[in-house]
């Protein structure tokens, strides 16, 4: 019980193998004041293991439940379809919220991840204004608005 | 009496016989005397004349009675064995006419039933003459027609076949060969026949006498032997005509089996270039796509550091840049957006030309209208009027027609903004293959010179500080039309708007689209 709270104080999972990405996520998403608890990781394989417990995560127990994953599709590795996959096919993961945050606007990956049952597809804009924009909306709306079990 | 006779004529013969010499030499006194002597003994006196004849005239009337007597015995004896003689020849005479009226009725029965006849000619009369069964073959009766003539007799036969005979004939007169022809004639009533003729040479020793033969109708077996020929020949004819139409089906066939041939080692190639073609587009659609997914994935992150990074430092350090420092760092930030909205471009012109067209039946009125609604601002909406002129709903591709009725509306949109008037007007005409779509502004037009530069790929007309953009637009439109099988073009003129055209052809809507 002790464990899972520790577990459940990841609010946030973002999947980002750019370094670059993951800080400009992080910084609007605190101009945005969703202050809330961020875990960055940077390859698919390790965020599997991150949400089912296994490899470098296997010490701790049970399934990670973060409130949203914000997941990036080109992953080192693992990439972010199979991730997706991954999660919507477990009973006890496919109800975790997964917003596809891709650099791509081609037609077959938005496709694709609405066919893995992704929540949203939102597409990163290179603008930074345009982009804290998008995580401000983001944030509202599913750490806010939405409502979850 | 009759023996009496006879010895009486015996001994006067005897007597003749053995005095003969003397009674020959009848008349010398002296020999008559002898002979007196002989008969009668010595002659005592003399005799008269009388005397003698009485002596002679006594001895020879008995002789001369007796001779007769006999004569006419030996007469009537010899007329009785000539008369059975004649009589015996007689018989046989009637004997041998009955046969031969028997047998000239046998040679007409014959002749009727085999249709046959046969004739003569006689050198020394120079006359033809005919057998009943001749008459009967060239239908004269012997009354009528006058057969002896040779020149007549020749007449029945046809003027080629006249000249041929007429040469045999005299070739047997001269040389007495034989001949056997078959040649035709012309009856009494004018029907044509055929006859088989043969002449031999009769000679008497060794000399010709006579010319004879036979004839006989062979008209049945002439015109069966002709119809024969006629049904060989055209049987001939058939397997002559089948022979060529299946040799020439033969060589067509093997000119086929050739062609065939030919055709499958052309398909075989064909199908092995094509195979090749299709690894190598297949290898280069992959990689089109890897290349497509590194674009629009790879691409713009770093531009999304550039520009948020640049961001952070006026965000950050503002105090100590100064505003020229500031315009630098959003001149870095609007390039690197600019280079998103290139790649963006990029990617919409690559994507028309690999995504699989899906035709439906599209309300092209809605369409225009709602595609307004999304790409004009609130602000734009207010000012710009857009007439949509009736349009008929057309078989295409929604999404990529939606692409060409956006960047066109962008364009009539962009391109007017600095004019006075805001109109906008989108229509179509019909005819019979297509149907001709046009929307129509009053914006900045184009120089009409460069017109044929509007639809490249990155070509624009006007600065980028007129208007933006990145002059991919109008080749997307192209590409999309293209592969519906229509045309764009575009009327305009400097400072008095323009006119973009496409077409898109009529088409069924089949279901293996």
């Given at each position: ?7 459940n104080?990841?609010?946030?999972l ?5 370094q ?35 490899g ?16 990036d ?34 037609k ?25 924009e ?16 | ?45 003399d ?13 020879f ?30 018989s ?27 004739w ?133 066939l ?46 713009r ?77 609130e ?22 027609i ?112």
């Amino acid at each position: 019980m002790e464990k899972r709270e520790i577990i459940n104080e990841v609010d946030i999972l973002i999947v980002e193998d750019n370094q670059n990405d993951a800080e400009l996520a992080l910084r609007a998403l605190k101009q945005n004041n969703i202050a809330n608890k961020v875990l960055i990781i940077n390859d698919g394989r390790q965020a599997l293991d991150f949400i089912f417990a296994r490899g470098e995560f296997a010490k701790r127990k049970g399934i990670a439940h973060p409130k949203i994953i914000l997941l990036d599709l080109k992953l080192p590795r693992i990439d972010g379809l199979e991730v997706l996959r991954e999660i919507k096919s477990n009973p006890d993961t496919k109800i975790i919220p997964v917003i596809v945050l891709s650099s791509s606007r081609e037609k077959n990956d938005i496709v694709q991840s609405y066919r893995l049952c992704a929540n949203s597809y939102i597409v990163k804009p290179v603008d930074y204004e345009e982009f804290v924009e998008t995580i401000r909306d983001l944030g509202i709306y599913w750490l806010k608005l939405n409502q979850q079990p | 009496m009759a023996m009496r006779t006879l010895a009486g004529f015996f001994l006067l013969f005897s007597l003749l016989i053995c005095h003969g010499r003397d009674i020959l030499a009848f008349g010398t006194a002296g020999r008559l005397d002898a002979l007196h002597l002989k008969g009668f003994g010595p002659l005592t006196g003399d005799y008269s004349f009388q005397d003698i004849l009485k002596i002679a005239g006594s001895l020879f009337i008995p002789m001369l009675i007796v001779m007769s007597v006999l004569w006419i015995i030996i007469l009537r004896r010899q007329v009785r064995k000539k008369t059975t003689g004649l009589n015996n020849e007689i018989s046989e005479h009637k004997k041998t006419m009955e046969s031969l009226r028997k047998q000239k009725l046998l040679l007409n029965e014959m002749e009727k039933v085999s249709k046959t006849g046969g004739w003569e000619y006689d050198l020394k009369t120079q006359k033809v003459t005919w057998t009943d069964g001749l008459f009967q073959i060239t239908g004269v009766s012997p009354s009528d027609f006058d057969t002896s003539s040779y020149k007549n007799s020749l007449s029945f036969f046809h003027p080629a076949d006249q000249e041929k005979l007429d040469k045999a004939f005299f070739n047997t007169v001269e040389k007495g060969d034989p001949y056997d022809f078959e040649l035709r004639i012309k009856t009494y009533d004018g029907t044509d026949k055929w006859i088989r003729l043969r002449g031999l040479a009769e000679f008497l020793e060794g000399k010709l006498t006579r010319i004879y033969g036979g004839a006989s109708d062979i008209t049945d077996r002439k015109e069966r032997e002709m119809e024969l020929k006629k049904l060989k020949d055209e049987l001939e004819d058939q397997v002559t005509e089948r022979t060529a139409e299946l040799q020439d089906k033969i060589r067509s066939l093997d000119k086929s089996q050739k062609a065939m041939l030919y055709m499958v080692e052309d398909l075989n190639a064909i199908t092995r270039e094509l195979k090749e073609e299709r690894e190598k587009l297949e290898f280069s659609n992959k990689e089109l796509e890897a290349f497509t997914y590194s674009v629009s994935h790879d691409l713009r992150a770093p531009l999304r550091a550039i520009n948020g990074f640049a961001r952070f430092l006026i965000e950050d350090y503002s105090d100590t840049i100064d505003d020229e420092g500031k315009r630098f760092i959003n001149t870095i930030r609007y390039n690197a957006d600019k280079m998103d909205q290139l790649i963006s471009d990029m990617l919409d012109l690559s994507r028309v030309s690999r995504t699989n067209i899906e035709f439906n039946l599209v309300e092209l009125s809605a369409l225009v209208r709602s595609v307004f609604q999304e790409v004009a601002s609130e602000d734009e909406q207010k000012l710009f009027h857009l007439t949509i002129e009736d349009m008929p709903p057309v078989i295409c591709d929604s999404s990529l027609i939606k692409q060409v009725w956006q960047n066109l509306i962008e364009n009539a949109l962009k391109y007017s903004s600095k004019s006075q008037t805001r109109k906008i007007i989108t229509g179509a005409m019909e005819n019979e293959n297509e149907i001709v779509f046009y929307i129509k502004d009053h914006g900045a037009g184009f120089d009409d010179q460069y017109r044929h530069k509007l639809f490249g790929v990155f070509q624009r007309l006007h600065r980028e500080n007129e208007f933006e953009g990145t002059g991919v637009g109008l080749a997307v439109v192209k590409r999309i039309i293209r592969r519906h099988g229509g045309r764009v073009w575009a009327e305009g003129k400097t400072n008095e708007g323009s006119t973009f055209y496409f077409t898109l052809p009529r088409k069924e809507l089949k279901s293996d689209y």
